[in-house]
């Protein structure tokens, strides 16, 4: 279901901020009302593009790369190596812990 923003129109319920969000489905009408305070309010227009991609994609060694990051993949007993990005080719254990320290 799809989140969408309303603003009150001329007064708000005291605890109520400006603007709110309600989970609704698209084939429900839109509120009129508050439904917290019961005072008129109006759906928004929100331009927020929402992201299609997956958190694997996110974090793809190429999208990483694209975007400046460098990263690092467990090879063995105290090893990493480097999946994308600059630095060095191989780090040890400690040296990844020093890096996450930053």
Do not use: W
């Amino acid at each position: 279901m799809p989140l969408y923003r309303y603003q009150h129109v001329h007064e708000k319920g005291e605890d109520c901020p400006e603007v709110f969000e309600v989970l609704q489905s698209r084939s429900e009408a839109a509120l009129s009302v508050c439904p917290k305070c019961g005072h008129p309010c109006e759906k928004r227009f929100d331009f927020r593009v929402a992201s299609l991609k997956s958190e694997r994609d996110t974090l793809s060694p190429k999208n990483l790369a694209k975007h400046g990051f460098t990263q690092y993949k467990k090879s063995g007993d105290g090893f990493y190596e480097k999946t994308c990005g600059d630095g060095p080719q191989v780090i040890s254990a400690d040296e990844a812990r020093k890096l996450q320290n930053r």
